[in-house]
Structures are given as C-alpha cells and as structure tokens.
C-alpha cells in the first residue's frame, strides 16, 4: 500500500470516539468534557507520562477551582502532586491561569498574527503567565515552557502543540475551538511515538528529537495534505503506541 493511502486510511479510521476509552486513555478524552480553554491547556500540559496516570490524575481534579479564590485553591489542591509538579506547582499554575483576564486565544492571536507562526503563540502565552505569576520552580517550569535567549525553540513543545491541535482542527476527536487560525500552520506534536513512526516511514531524517524535527516531520506530511498536515498526528501517534509500524 502506498504511504499516502496508508496515513490516509489511518487518519480515518482512527477519526472515532471509540479511540477516546478507558481502554484507550487520552488526556483528550477530559478536555472533551470541559468548556473553560484554561481547563482544556490544563489537560495538555499535564499530558506527558503514562496514558492512564494522566487521565487518572486529571479526572480527579476540580477545574472549577481555576474560578476559585487563592485560599480554597491551595486548601483543595494541597493533597495533588504530578510526577515533576509538587503541591505547590499545581495551586500556581491554577492562580497564574485564574489571573488570565484576556481569553487564551487573544493572547495566542497577539503572537501568531505577526509572522502566522504558531510557536510565536506559544511565546506569546508563556510571557503573559509570566507577568501574572512570578513564580517559579523546575516543576512549575517544566508545565509552562520556557522561551529561549534567542526566540529559537529547541523544545519540540509537544504538549502546547497538543493543545492547538485539539483548538484549531475539528473533526470528531479535536474540539476546533479557536478560529483565525491555519490549519496549515499547526505543528505535529511531536512525541516518543510519532518520532520513531516518521522515521520508521522515511517521513524525518533528523536523529534529534527537537523543534527541528517537528518542523521536519510537519514538512513531509504537508506533502500528503498541505492544508492540514497534523491531521495525521493522532493515527502516527496510536500506530507508535500499539507497536503497528513493522
């Protein structure tokens, strides 16, 4: 079968709720419940690690509490910690998000608009959390992102890429929330699964798993689909998990 046909069947087959189980876990699956945009980056940026734990972890939590004041955030989250986030660097990043007075997509367009770069979004984002919260710990860092000396990320930023990819594509698995946004323009979010599949494919050369490489990797499935190369995100990312590249 040819690699188009066979992403493209893919990408179909896998376009179904039935993907979204608890059998099948996904953060994605708790960002489809909710209706808060801060709730939602909430559910990508805790996206890393074991599918399950995720979604475990995310299903326990109270995002009401992102409308909450500072006393009952820190008495509900006290007894929440996540692998590198302690206590602490979860009642943060729910006062730096409850302290956002403009909507996310606002502030996403402020960094986007000027060169229609997703990552400048992205950067765009960070640097208001920034101002809103000094806070700061390796934790707490590792959730939001860091933006480099220079403006040239190094990161692949797979989570934040995550997030855009539910935001701005819809179809029966992303939310499509946000508009005035290419889907041209997305990023794969590239992970551990989607980087080995590209280069399983013959879709990424590059060895390094780095911006760089999502670039790379985005690149070659425009050649598929142009106007919406991620589209292929969620089928690469399940035929790496299930092991069903051979």
């Known amino acids: 079968m040819e690699l188009y046909e066979r992403l493209e069947e893919e990408a179909a087959r896998r376009n179904d709720l039935s993907e ?7 953060p994605l699956s708790v960002a489809r419940a909710l209706d808060d945009d801060r709730a939602i980056l909430l559910c990508a940026l805790f996206g890393y690690g074991n599918a399950k734990r995720i979604v475990e972890f995310l299903e326990r939590i109270d995002f009401s509490l992102l409308e909450a004041d500072e006393g009952r955030i820190r008495t509900e989250l006290a007894p929440f910690r996540y692998r590198f986030q302690s ?24 960094g986007y608009t000027k060169n229609r770069a997703v990552i400048e979004g992205v950067f765009s984002l960070i640097r208001h959390f920034e101002r809103s919260n000094v806070y700061e710990s390796r934790g707490y860092r590792f959730l939001i992102g860091r933006i480099p000396e220079n403006g040239k990320p190094v990161s692949p930023y797979k989570r934040w ?3 855009l990819r539910w935001m701005v594509r819809k179809d029966a698995l992303d939310l499509g929330r946000w508009s005035g946004i290419d889907t041209a323009d997305l990023i794969i979010p590239l992970d551990t699964h989607t980087f080995r599949v ?14 760089k490489a999502a670039v790379e990797l985005t690149e070659a499935l425009k050649d598929f689909s142009p106007d919406d190369p991620v589209k292929y995100d969620f089928a690469l990312y399940r035929l790496g998990q299930e092991r069903g590249i051979s």
């Open 198 to 211: 590209g280069r399983r494919l013959g879709l990424l050369r590059r060895k390094t798993y780095d911006w």
């Open 87 to 110: 206590s602490e660097d979860i009642v943060q990043i729910f006062l730096t998000l409850g302290r956002v007075e403009q909507s996310l997509e606002e502030i996403f367009m402020e």
């Open 20 to 26: 979204l189980s608890p059998e099948r876990p996904d």
């Open 161 to 163: 890429m995550m997030f």
